[in-house]
């Protein structure tokens, strides 16, 4: 597709891969919207990560019962002397690095609700990997 004011052959070129029209398309023709899958946490701000010197994406909050949730992540915490104690922070999605929020949701943008992703995390100076099995995001 060509966004074009001029109604021209020329202006910006969008491309999407065809494995994506073929899974989203048919679920719009259907449902009115496209899937689109959710980890179920939220992520605190990259600014603030590259701030305090961290790499990844910092899991700032993990919606209770949520994929995330399910899968043992842990949030960030603020403890009662103001303290913040990290929890994990996302490193990879399958083995594909993610350094800010941007690349993980690309990432995600490629998966259907109900797929099973593996996330590398650092975790009080440890990898662990877990894995998720990815809802619908509402």
Do not use: C, Y
Not at 9 to 21: C, E, K, Y
Not at 41 to 68: I, K
Not at 70 to 89: F, K, P, T, W
Not at 95 to 118: F, H, I, W, Y
């Amino acid at each position: 597709m060509i966004a074009s004011p001029s109604g021209v052959s020329a202006g910006i070129g969008f491309a999407v891969p065809v494995d994506t029209i073929n899974r989203v398309v048919p679920e719009i023709m259907r449902t009115g919207h496209g899937p689109r899958a959710s980890l179920g946490m939220g992520a605190a701000s990259d600014r603030w990560a590259r701030s305090r010197g961290l790499r990844g994406v910092v899991v700032a909050q993990v919606e209770a019962g949520g994929p995330a949730a399910r899968a043992g992540i842990h949030e960030a915490r603020v403890s009662d002397d103001g303290r913040v104690d990290l929890g994990d922070v996302i490193m990879a999605l399958d083995g594909k690095p993610v350094s800010t929020q941007d690349e993980l949701a690309m990432q995600l943008l490629g998966r259907a609700p109900g797929e099973t992703v593996r996330l590398t995390l650092t975790r009080a100076g440890k990898t662990v990997e877990v894995e998720v099995t990815l809802e619908a995001l509402l």
